[in-house]
């Protein structure tokens, strides 16, 4: 079983909608989360850190439910400049980061 | 500007040869990574240091080799042992439980 879970997609979806994307944990002593987002043939950019009680950033909220172990992130009125792999990851502690093989979204016009 | 600068941009390497990677950053981080990224893959670690002087092994540390003599810097090496190099490679830094930020990475191919 994959330490860090996410459905690699892609997701495809008009301008405008929302789409959310899920991440499984399998390490429960698990600290810290994060959402990046990467595009293609660049490096991973952080798009937001995910605390327990939720946060918001704009068209973009983050979840973390501990007790299932999954973290959410909720992209409102999609734009097109969303387009681009979005990767969970887990900081397991000891500084050891678990990155997620990404979630591919495609915002089309 | 405070970053992570990842040289070169692409690197060609021979059969047989020894290539080394350079990262730096100037943000003042104790803790900087390696990871390999193949094409349609997630990040996979091959060294960290969480110190100067002292680095551990990630899941992929075959064929690679790290230093750590400087807080700024943690060049890797991709030894002739590591069979199929291309890849490419990114390195970060963090600081604590922060998150970690990225150089804009170096594509290796073999020759």
């Known amino acids: 079983r994959k330490e860090v879970e996410q459905d690699p997609g892609p997701f495809n979806v008009p301008e405008g909608a929302t789409v959310a994307f899920n991440c499984t944990y399998s390490n429960s002593a698990s600290q810290s989360f994060f959402w990046y987002r990467q595009d293609c043939r660049k490096e991973p950019k952080l798009l937001m850190s995910?605390?327990?009680s939720g946060n918001e950033d704009g068209r973009f909220t983050a979840q973390l439910n501990r007790a299932s172990q999954y973290i959410s992130l909720l992209i409102r009125d999609s734009k097109l400049s969303d387009s681009a792999t979005y990767l969970c990851?887990?900081?397991?502690?000891?500084?050891?980061?678990?990155f997620g093989a990404g979630t591919r979204l495609t915002v089309k016009p | 500007d405070g970053g992570i600068t990842q040289s070169p941009k692409y690197l060609f390497r021979k059969e047989g040869q020894n290539v080394t990677l350079s990262c730096e950053q100037n943000?003042?981080?104790?803790?900087m990574y390696w990871y390999r990224q193949d094409p349609g893959q997630g990040l996979r670690l091959i060294y960290y240091?969480?110190?100067?002087?002292?680095?551990q092994k990630g899941d992929i540390a075959e064929g690679y080799s790290v230093s750590r003599e400087k807080k700024e810097s943690f060049p890797l090496t991709v030894t002739s042992a590591q069979k199929n190099p291309t890849a490419f490679y990114l390195c970060a830094s963090s600081r604590g439980e922060g998150p970690q930020h990225f150089g804009d990475g170096t594509r290796l191919s073999i020759l």
């Open positions: 240091s969480q110190i100067v002087n002292d680095f």
């Open positions: 995910v605390y327990s």
């Open positions: 990851v887990v900081r397991e502690g000891n500084n050891d980061m678990r």
């Open positions: 943000l003042n981080h104790d803790a």
